[in-house]
């Protein structure tokens, strides 16, 4: 997707993922405008030849500076998480 920033978070950024362990992404975007979080994922599968557990999250830029300064994932995988 064009102008998307992706940002790795979870288990295995942090080098500690588990047999079981699924990828956790957060893709930022502003393609994401308009479209509700579940049709935005939806079309990342869709998008991507996925073969692989993969939790995406989508924000818009937005959305992922206004919750990245909350108590949330989006904080966490913005101090701790791995831009791709």
Same mark, same amino acid.
């Given at each position: 997707?064009?102008?998307?920033?992706?940002?790795l978070?979870?288990?295995?950024a942090?080098?500690?993922?588990?047999?079981?362990? !699924?990828?956790d992404?957060?893709?930022?975007?502003n393609t994401? @405008?308009?479209? #509700?979080?579940?049709?935005? /994922?939806? =079309?990342?599968?869709?998008?991507?030849?996925?073969?692989?557990?993969? !939790?995406?999250l989508?924000?818009?830029?937005?959305?992922?500076? @206004?919750?990245? #300064?909350?108590?949330?994932? /989006?904080? =966490?995988?913005?101090?701790?998480g791995?831009?791709?």
């Amino acid at each position: 997707m064009p102008d998307s920033r992706l940002i790795l978070f979870g288990s295995q950024a942090w080098g500690k993922p588990h047999q079981d362990s !699924d990828i956790d992404l957060i893709v930022i975007s502003n393609t994401f @405008k308009h479209k #509700k979080s579940f049709e935005r /994922a939806v =079309e990342l599968y869709r998008l991507w030849n996925v073969r692989y557990p993969v !939790d995406f999250l989508c924000y818009t830029p937005q959305e992922f500076a @206004k919750l990245s #300064k909350m108590v949330t994932i /989006a904080k =966490e995988a913005a101090e701790k998480g791995i831009i791709i």
